[in-house]
């Protein structure tokens, strides 16, 4: 056998992969398999978003203040701790969804729990009394005194 030999193409041009190449762009253009990867994208974006907490940072000279926002959700789901430099944020959702035929029987019931948490890292150590925190319109805004000596510059 010749050191040299090589499959025979079916044209001159084409590459040794071209047609598996066709055969897969195709089987992922088909349409169950199409719609199937737009439901499962819908899934993780819709997923990720629910669970980010978005927060703001920002400090004057007298205190730090970190505001949460946490549109539809209530005072009762939020749950704030405290170690010595971080805060630990979690929103509990908790959901009962039952549908009921025209006699109010109920033929199906689901129960849907979601959990939220952030972490936020203090910037120096506080003590737990000297963190305030109030809840209003969807923000939680989270207050600690300034430690830190801002120097004005002439």
Known sequence: MSDHF?????????????RLREMVSQFFDEQ???????????????TILRSYIPIDVHETAHE???TAYLPNVNRQQIQLEFDDTMLHLTVH???IVESTDEQHNVYKKRRMQQQMMRTIPLPYP???????A???????????????KFIDIE
Do not use: A
């Open 6 to 18: 090589q499959l025979p193409r079916k044209k001159q041009e084409e590459e040794p992969f071209q």
């Open 126 to 132: 506080v003590k737990e009394n000297e963190i305030k």
């Open 32 to 46: 169950p398999i199409r719609k199937m990867f737009e439901t499962l994208d819908e899934y993780v974006h819709d």
């Open 64 to 66: 730090y203040v970190i």
């Open 134 to 148: 109030s809840f209003e319109n969807g923000e939680l805004v989270i207050r600690l005194p300034q430690k830190k």
């Open 93 to 95: 959702h908790r959901e």
